[in-house]
């Protein structure tokens, strides 16, 4: 049963709780706050506490309605234990200091903004209020039961009274459980009493509570108390299954509970059955807890829709860890501390024994886990593997998953995969060779995912090229000229170059290559070739991933350099063509007109193909060679060179003439394609 802070503290709360708390109910981790121990209990008090209620102060000290031992304990926010009233031993109350009279069955607890503590006897009917100096007085109740009577409050009788809360206006308020009602108490001035007058309940039991003005409305068995910091005050109605809210005007409304007796559900509150509610608690937001006594589960009420926070719905000693996978067993007072964490008052444990060991429980909240760090990613096909270091701050509970995810940079469209595991690495498939991606990572834990981690740096996945295709291969003077085609995927990066490998005997290629051009390539002269002999050639593309797969092999000839003739020999024609054998022609196979000098071999001149040249005249004339073509123009002169006046004409039909100068023929070579 929680007490009013003040509009002040509950600010300063409002801005510690966490993130969308005010519309999502968070998670809770339990642990064991004070008890649970038959050997010690209590530190410093006897073994067997029943604590009924507890009230958290506005410097986080805890009080503690302490009904076996009959006294009221603190448990200051460093952990030191006192008893601030009661001497341990049941009997009658009397004003004075606190801790030397005593006690019968302190029931409910609650603390003002100013430190002073009011405590519910149940037994002796009354409420005390003990100020921070320690002193004791009775300010409701005569100590016999019976029916209230509105005027001074002293002077009023009460009936098992059960909880108690108190309002920023110094207002006590009561559950009068078995009169019914809900009283309330103004503050004493000049010593005289407060006056007491009926808040809620009408004294009937035999309806369900109704909306409206509160004073009309039937309660059955109020016993919790809690009131927020515009002074509505919470009522847990623990045989009606609801949970009721009265405004300082004295309005009422159902906030919680269909009437039902059950077990809660997660979803519209109203909807829901409750299992006699005992025990209720309100945070600065707003929200609402509530204990259930009889299935020991505790639900949080945020605006109109009830979660169950804590509680599995059996009745056994609480376990440390996630707060729904503990049992609990008579959860019979609550507060709510400025964290938003919540203390539970377990009156009893496993099977209802007094002699267990009673404790406090703390629902801590667990946010959520801080991002990961060091993200850093490396390329592969279609594919990233993801690394980073795990989160500093889990915060609370363990880790249950890493989520890594892919932005596109080339194309926003294509990013968004994921993929999720325990640990790093992690690797993500399904990505677009060429495109450049980053990588952030988020950690899941049981209070949620963790904001995205910084992005990693940009990385390109990619994979070898497809196969080029060679598409011709054409005989060359003691060569071989190879074109060929682009791979139809460059597997997402620049192709760095082209791998020609040779052969002599089809299949046969050297695992060395023969030449090594540009990427940009598309064509390549092979050149040292022995004349006349058949080559086989494959190619491959590279990039940085490495090479492509071989392609399909492709062969060519080598041309020759000289003239083969059916129709006359070398020594004929050389004599011919040039009086000191400087220089001669070869029509090659391949339709190419070369001129060589005799004496070393080496090329003077090479023609475009015959197709680009037919017609062509070769003329040797005053010692000069010249190549015209068909409109006249000189085309190719070489050296000097002595010579009788001849022409060597390159007929249309692709044959090699040797004209006199009357135009006679004095020879014909071979056709173009027939070979040199």
């Known amino acids: ?14 801005s510690t709780m966490p993130a969308g708390a005010g519309s999502v109910a968070p998670v809770y981790e339990l642990s064991v706050y004070a008890g649970h121990n038959v050997t010690t209990g209590w530190p410093g008090a006897p073994h067997y506490a029943t604590p009924q209620d507890v009230a958290i102060d506005k410097s986080g000290n805890l009080y503690i309605a302490d009904g076996n031992n009959a006294q009221v304990e603190e448990i200051t926010a460093q952990g030191v234990f006192s008893v601030i009233a009661g001497t341990g031993d049941r009997g009658t109350t009397t004003a004075g200091p606190a801790t030397s009279t005593d006690l019968k069955d302190p029931v ?23 100020t921070p100096g320690g002193n004791l007085s009775i300010i409701a109740g005569t100590g016999s039961t019976g029916a209230p009577t509105p005027g001074p409050a002293t002077s009023s009788n009460l009936w098992y009274p059960a909880g ?15 009169n019914n009602v809900v009283e309330k108490v103004t503050p004493s001035v000049n010593s005289q009493p407060g006056t007491l007058s009926i808040f809620a309940g009408n004294g009937n039991i035999n309806a369900a509570p109704s909306p409206g003005p509160a004073t009309n409305s039937d309660l059955f068995n109020p016993w919790g108390l809690a009131v927020d910091a515009a002074n509505n005050l919470y009522i847990a109605a623990e045989l009606d299954n609801r ?9 009422l409304s159902i906030i919680a509970g269909n009437g039902t007796r059950g077990t809660p559900t997660n979803g519209a509150a109203t909807s829901s059955a409750l299992d006699e509610p005992e025990s209720i608690a309100v945070d600065s937001s707003g929200s609402v807890y509530v204990g259930d006594l009889l299935d020991g589960l505790i639900s949080k009420i945020t605006g109109s829709a009830l979660a169950v926070i804590a509680g599995n719905g059996k009745f056994a000693d609480p376990t440390p860890g996630l707060a729904t996978q503990s049992g609990f067993d008579n959860p019979s007072g609550l507060d709510v501390d400025s964290h938003g964490n919540v203390l539970v008052a377990n009156v009893q444990t496993s099977g209802n024994d007094p002699a267990d060991a009673s404790a406090i429980d703390e629902l801590s909240v667990l946010a959520p886990p801080a991002p990961p760090t060091a993200v850093s990613a490396t390329a592969g096909n279609a594919q990233a593997t993801v690394s980073f270091v795990p989160p500093t701050s889990t915060g609370g509970g363990p880790i249950s998953k890493y989520t890594v995810t892919a932005h596109d940079a080339t194309n926003a469209a294509r ?15 399904h990505l677009t060779n060429g495109d450049s991606y980053t990588f952030t990572v988020t950690a899941t834990s049981p209070g949620g995912t963790s904001v995205a981690s910084s992005a990693s740096r940009a990385v390109i996945p990619s994979t070898t090229p497809s196969t080029p295709l060679l598409t011709s291969s054409a005989s060359r003077y003691k060569g071989v000229k190879l074109s060929w085609n682009a791979p139809a995927s460059t597997g997402g990066i620049a192709i760095t170059s082209y791998q020609i490998f040779q052969g002599s005997t089809s299949g046969g290629e050297s695992a060395t290559p023969v030449a090594v051009v540009s990427g940009t390539a598309t064509s390549a002269d092979i050149t040292g070739l022995n004349a006349w002999s058949t080559y086989y050639f494959t190619i491959k593309a590279v990039n940085a991933d490495g090479s492509s797969p071989t392609s399909l092999e492709r062969s060519a000839v080598a041309s020759s350099d000289q003239l083969a003739s059916p129709q006359t020999n070398l020594a004929t024609f050389q004599e011919l063509i040039s009086s000191n054998n400087a220089y001669f022609a070869v029509l090659q196979g391949d339709g190419n007109f070369v001129v060589s000098s005799f004496s070393t071999g080496a090329v003077l001149f090479q023609s475009k193909t015959i197709g680009a040249q037919k017609g062509h005249l070769l003329t040797l004339s005053a010692g000069q060679l010249k190549l015209t073509n068909a409109a006249g123009t000189v085309v190719w002169t070489p050296k000097a060179a002595k010579g009788t006046a001849t022409t060597l004409q390159l007929a ?15 020879w014909t070579g071979t056709a173009a394609n027939s070979g040199g």
Do not use: C, R, W
Request: charged share 10%; proline share 2%; glycine share 8%.
């Open 164 to 178: 108690v809360a108190v309002d920023s206006h110094g207002n006590v308020y009561i559950a009068d459980t078995y």
């Open 652 to 666: 249309n039909n692709g044959s090699l003439v040797l004209l006199t100068a009357a135009k006679a023929v004095l």
């Open 243 to 251: 949970i009721l809210k009265v405004t300082p005007t004295g309005t």
């Open 108 to 130: 409910g607890v609650a603390v003002d903004a100013s430190g002073n503590v009011y405590i519910s006897d149940e037994t002796e009917s009354q409420i005390y209020e003990v």
């Open 415 to 429: 990013g968004g995969q994921t993929v999720s595991g325990a640990a790093s690495p992690l690797t993500l498939s």
């Open 1 to 14: 049963m929680v007490s009013i802070i003040t509009t002040t503290m509950f600010a300063a709360v409002a």
